[in-house]
């Protein structure tokens, strides 16, 4: 998996870099942390899917 990766930024509102900070197996499958790298906004996704809960 990569360590960036192109996303659409709720705070930014405009597609930035999001940076891996953190990845681990769970039982539900590979979480990972990222975080935007214009304005640290952070979201969390499992097995590529973002979770809509706020990091």
């Not at 996303?7 to 942390?33: D, I, W």
Request: proline share 2%.
């Amino acid at each position: 998996m990569a360590d960036e990766m192109e996303h659409y930024c709720p705070n930014c509102e405009e597609e930035q870099t999001f940076y891996k900070t953190a990845s681990m197996m769970v039982h539900l499958g590979r979480k990972t942390k990222w975080y935007c790298g214009e304005c640290d906004y952070q979201m969390v996704t499992i097995n590529g899917i973002e979770s809509t809960a706020t990091a």
